[in-house]
């Protein structure tokens, strides 16, 4: 069952970093880590992720003092399934590219 299990995360974090860029962490974890576009505060894009119905945390929540990184956090094992994942992903991967009016800062 570890061994099934331990599959499945490295299946899901192999299609998150197939659909999303600047990923980072260990692809054997259920969680990695994104760094956002410039124009994009975690906290803002964890709302605009929030409005469309995907559910991630950002850095600040995981930061120690105030100096948190413009990145989000995204859980692999979170959905049921693999489709649903990915679906989220490509979600996420729209947010990423969207062109806001004025940059976030």
Known sequence: ITAQKRAEVQLRNRAARRIL???SGDP???HLWVELPKRWTSEAFVEEAR???VRIAGASSFAVGEDAPR???VS????ATIAGLEQALHVLAGISEQRREE???
């Open 76 to 79: 692999v094992g979170a959905p």
């Open 103 to 105: 940059p976030v800062v």
């Open 51 to 53: 409005r469309r119905r």
């Open 28 to 30: 054997r974890s259920p």
């Open 71 to 73: 990145a989000i956090r």
């Open 21 to 23: 860029s600047r990923v």
